[in-house]
T-cell receptor, first 113, second 109 residues
């Protein structure tokens, strides 16, 4: 199994551009989430989904949109990129609710100039 | 904000020394998870603790969950260079998994 696959691995955007970070899992997990990681701040939850068709906000949702049309895919959209969104983004999935082991993708390193 | 506070932020040890990181919460936790992230890598699940006072071991790693389920610790005995990385605790609140800020471990050989 591939587990959790994120694309792209690296991306440079100009301020104001939009883009979608892709995340797909092949483990039939119900729960998926997006985190951003900044130095000294750990992993901060952006959005999460408890199942197909259901999404909700995490700690830092502003500037990001998500959708969950299938169990496998959970894309993260940056609507109008800002330098403050420069970060490493991780997608994660777990079998059910978050109280089970989370499997992380390899991450996307995003730079907004 | 973060539901769990983790200390220390950073620790640099000599190879062979022990290492401990602590995770604290102001509220009672239903469970706690620990993850390791190697430099340049992604977080990898280590263990989950559920019961009050629980102690689990994985080779040189010992994990504890406090009696009141408000704190946890990860202890590494006789660190090796392969232990370098950032160690995170994570706790569930509502439908969310919140992570501590992590402890960065560096090991001098």
């Amino acid at each position: 199994n591939a587990g959790v696959t994120q694309t792209p691995k690296f991306q440079v955007l100009k301020t104001g551009q939009s883009m979608t970070l892709q995340c797909a899992q092949d483990m039939n997990h119900e729960y998926m989430s997006w985190y951003r990681q900044d130095p000294g701040m750990g992993l901060r939850l952006i959005h999460y989904s408890v199942g197909a068709g259901i999404t909700d906000q995490g700690e830092v949702p502003n500037g990001y949109n998500v959708s969950r049309s299938t169990t496998e895919d959970f894309p993260l959209r940056l609507l109008s990129a800002a330098p403050s969104q420069t970060s490493v983004y991780f997608c994660a999935s777990s079998r059910t609710a978050p109280a089970t082991e989370a499997f992380f993708g390899q991450g996307t390193r995003l730079t907004v100039v | 904000g973060q539901q769990v506070m983790q200390i220390p932020q950073y620790q640099h040890v000599q190879e062979g020394e022990d290492f401990t990181t602590y995770c604290n919460s102001s509220t009672t936790l239903s469970n706690i998870q620990w993850y390791k992230q190697r430099p340049g890598g992604h977080p990898v699940f280590l263990i989950q603790l559920v019961k009050s006072g629980e102690v689990k071991k994985q080779k040189r790693l010992t994990f504890q969950f406090g009696e009141a389920k408000k704190n946890s610790s990860l202890h590494i005995t006789a660190t090796q260079t392969t232990d370098v990385g950032t160690y995170f605790c994570a706790a569930e609140y509502g439908n969310k998994l919140g992570f501590g800020a992590g402890t960065i471990l560096r090991v001098k050989s």
